[in-house]
């Protein structure tokens, strides 16, 4: 009997990664973003916490951070422009360095997944390994190392100092 592996930590439902990129550009909201929903529960808590977490990189971090850039990139396997939006980058031009943010009210797989496999290949297309280093971190108010990771989160008590070889999780409470 032949049965498929599964992977340990499943991809969020309805998530794609970036594949074979083609092109990459700096982009403006799409239309289908555009529209205000009106969110309940945990996800508008998820959204408050968002915005509190913004609100205090864009004040410590400085010019250097840019909230919630939208890419819009072409695959190999899609005739359609994609478009994704990482939580924030930090653009640290003396060590040419940026650091790709996520924000998640809960540690969860989703983050890494979001950063690994679509927000990574993007930036680092659109921002090539020789001229910029890159890194990943998930901002986060609750940290369980108990939850299933393909890695081994590293806990980072400061964004600017998150490494390329590791997945890098930022607790912050307001």
Same mark, same amino acid.
């Given at each position: ?5 599964? *992977? ?6 309805? %998530? ?22 009106? $969110?309940?529960? @945990?996800?508008? =808590? ?9 609100? *205090? ?5 400085? =010019? ?6 939208? #890419?819009? %990139?072409? !695959? ?13 980058? *930090?653009?640290? %031009?003396? +060590? ?10 809960? *540690? ?7 950063l690994e496999h679509l927000y990574l290949p993007v930036?680092? #297309?659109?921002?090539?390994?020789? =001229?910029?280093? $890159?890194?990943?971190?998930?901002? !986060? ?10 890695? @081994? ?7 600017? +100092?998150?490494? @390329?070889?590791? %997945? ?7």
């Amino acid at each position: 009997m032949n049965q498929a592996k599964v *992977h340990p930590c499943p991809p969020p439902r309805k %998530f794609r990664p970036a594949g074979d990129i083609l092109w990459v550009e700096r982009s403006q909201c799409p239309p289908f973003a555009a529209g205000k929903r009106r $969110l309940r529960g @945990r996800r508008a =808590e998820g959204v408050r916490y968002e915005r509190k977490v913004q609100a *205090h990189l864009v004040e410590d971090l400085g =010019e250097g951070y840019v909230p919630s850039p939208w #890419f819009r %990139f072409r !695959t190999l396997a899609d005739p359609r422009p994609r478009w994704c939006q990482p939580d924030g980058l *930090h653009f640290d %031009f003396e +060590r040419g360095r940026i650091v790709i943010v996520e924000v998640k009210l809960q *540690h969860t797989i989703d983050a890494w997944w979001q950063l690994e496999h679509l927000y990574l290949p993007v930036v680092q #297309f659109a921002f090539p390994v020789p =001229e910029w280093e $890159l890194a990943v971190c998930e901002v !986060t108010k609750w940290y369980d190392p108990a939850t299933a990771f393909p890695v @081994r989160p590293v806990l980072c008590r400061d964004i600017l +100092r998150a490494k @390329r070889e590791d %997945f890098s999780v930022h607790i912050w409470r307001p």
